[in-house]
């Protein structure tokens, strides 16, 4: 069953634009990560955070957590074409395996 | 580097047939898995093996065995192939570490007519 729930399911953007994109969970966790399917293709690694963060940056990605909210968003700033991919959050807690979401869908228009 | 290979890409079955997904990992990690992603249903975790000779099951393991060969190698079997296993799987490995990423093959795409 998942854990996290990516909102929205579908994001549509034109390039030049940022994209948010925002990950809902329903118990505690020990970190959340996100990661990045283009069409095709495995998942890939973008970013972890610790339960203990509260932000993340790496290139264009920035990433906030609030686990009093139990909640997290990727922002992805000044999108590109090659940006267009599926976004899965995944949570862990006392597991080394993590919980993945349904993820969002970015189509980012050139 | 190669990292998390996966063979075939495609494969297309008639009910009842049986078929082995390969997956191997060149980056000396202790644990495998197998997924598969279904459309709107996200990762579901099939199997796992956190270490050479160890496996256990997941989420969505009915239909399905497992084999780790060696630290390398983990195989996933459907012994009877049902149209309801037509998915993309998914291999990947980590290290034993809630702090380390998951890495992933490119996936199968198979379908059971």
């Known amino acids: 069953s998942q854990q996290g729930e990516e909102d929205p399911q579908a994001l549509s953007i034109q390039e030049g634009e940022n994209a948010t994109m925002n990950c809902s969970y329903k118990?505690?966790?020990?970190?959340l990560q996100w990661y990045r399917q283009n069409s095709g293709r495995g998942l890939v690694h973008l970013i972890l955070?610790?339960?203990?963060?509260r932000e993340k940056h790496s290139g264009r990605l920035r990433v906030t957590l609030d686990t009093s909210k139990k909640s997290s968003s990727l922002l992805i700033t000044a999108s590109r074409a090659a940006d267009t991919a599926s976004y899965f959050c995944?949570?862990?807690?006392?597991?080394?395996?993590?919980?993945f979401g349904r993820g969002t869908s970015l189509i980012v228009h050139p | 580097n190669a990292g998390v290979t996966q063979t075939p890409k495609f494969q297309v079955l008639k009910t009842g047939q049986s078929m082995t997904l390969q997956c191997a990992q060149d980056?000396?990690?202790?644990?495998m898995y197998w997924y598969r992603q279904d459309p709107g249903m996200g990762l579901r975790l099939i199997y796992y093996?956190?270490?050479?000779?160890?496996?256990d099951k997941g989420e969505v393991p009915n239909g399905y065995n497992v084999s780790r060969l060696n630290k390398r190698e983990f195989s996933l079997r459907l012994e009877s192939a049902a149209p309801s296993q037509t998915s993309v799987y998914f291999c990947?490995?980590?290290?034993?570490?809630?702090?380390?990423?998951?890495?992933f093959g490119d996936g199968t795409r198979l379908s059971i007519l």
């Open positions: 118990t505690s966790i020990n970190n």
């Open positions: 990947a490995s980590s290290e034993v570490d809630r702090n380390q990423p998951q890495h």
């Open positions: 955070i610790r339960s203990n963060e």
């Open positions: 093996s956190a270490s050479e000779g160890t496996t």
């Open positions: 980056m000396n990690h202790n644990s």
């Open positions: 995944a949570t862990t807690l006392w597991s080394y395996i993590p919980t």
